[in-house]
């Protein structure tokens, strides 16, 4: 999803895909940060409690003073599963694109 966004947009992005979240590669997130000065945190869970508030809440700690623009969060919605509509539920191409440019723009 984040490949096909960064085509879609254009826009040139570092894709970090946590393969494991224990142990996590802190240390590549940083250096990742520190790098572009933005970050978006892309996760299928909901919004509220996803283990993307976490990861959010990492990066502040540890690269807030290279941080460019806020850390943008594209996740599921607050909503029970909806088995039927998954697609319009996951994040898509569609709307990690409209992070990546809102990140870029801020």
């Known amino acids: 999803v984040a490949q096909a966004a960064t085509e879609e947009t254009g826009v040139d992005a570092e894709i970090i895909d946590l393969r494991t979240l224990l142990p996590l590669d802190l240390d590549t997130i940083v250096a990742s940060v520190k790098k572009t000065g933005r970050c978006v945190v ?38 029970p599963y909806p088995h039927a509509q998954e697609w319009d539920y996951f994040p898509g191409p569609a709307r990690v694109g409209r992070a990546l440019l809102e990140t870029l723009e801020a």
């Open 42 to 79: 892309v996760h299928e869970a909901t919004l509220t409690s996803g283990f993307g508030a976490e990861l959010v809440s990492l990066v502040q700690e540890n690269c807030f003073y290279h941080l460019e623009a806020p850390v943008a969060r594209v996740a599921g919605w607050d909503t």
